[in-house]
């Protein structure tokens, strides 16, 4: 990981799917990345967004959680100024017109992409 100044980064992971939360935990945490989560419902997130204030550097948000679209975190998120990125395989051309100016990570996610998003190299 390049040498940083700053405090670690913290990125809550919101995924349904345990497998690749699971990865993603271990891959983020390998590279000095506090992770919030993994979380799988939009219940789950917006509660977890009612009840923390603390800072939250980028939020990793699956589209289709458990069958739900996710948008009403996304709202969560753009009122709390909070960054994120949509994990999806859908097309650009199937979001919301409303959110296709949030940057999509194309399924399956790779770290690299991630830690670009982040700031980081994946130099260790």
Same mark, same amino acid.
């Given at each position: 990981?390049?040498?940083?100044?700053?405090?670690?980064?913290?990125?809550?992971? @919101?995924?349904?799917?345990?497998?690749?939360?699971?990865?993603?935990?271990?891959?983020?945490?390998?590279?000095?990345?506090?992770?919030?989560?993994?979380?799988?419902?939009?219940?789950?997130?917006?509660?977890?967004?009612?009840?923390?204030?603390?800072?939250?550097?980028?939020?990793?948000?699956?589209?289709?959680?458990?069958?739900?679209?996710?948008?009403?975190?996304?709202?969560?998120?753009?009122?709390?100024?909070?960054?994120?990125?949509?994990?999806?395989?859908?097309?650009?051309?199937?979001?919301?017109?409303?959110?296709?100016?949030?940057?999509?990570?194309?399924?399956?996610?790779?770290?690299?992409?991630?830690?670009? @998003?982040?700031?980081?190299?994946?130099?260790?």
């Amino acid at each position: 990981m390049s040498e940083k100044t700053s405090p670690r980064p913290r990125v809550l992971v @919101v995924e349904d799917e345990l497998l690749i939360a699971e990865c993603l935990l271990g891959n983020l945490q390998d590279y000095g990345v506090d992770v919030l989560g993994p979380l799988g419902t939009v219940r789950d997130v917006l509660k977890l967004l009612a009840e923390n204030d603390s800072p939250i550097d980028l939020t990793l948000l699956d589209v289709n959680l458990r069958g739900e679209p996710a948008f009403p975190v996304a709202e969560a998120l753009r009122a709390r100024r909070i960054p994120f990125v949509f994990m999806t395989g859908y097309s650009e051309s199937a979001m919301p017109p409303r959110y296709r100016d949030v940057p999509r990570l194309e399924k399956p996610v790779a770290t690299e992409d991630i830690l670009r @998003v982040l700031g980081l190299t994946a130099a260790r």
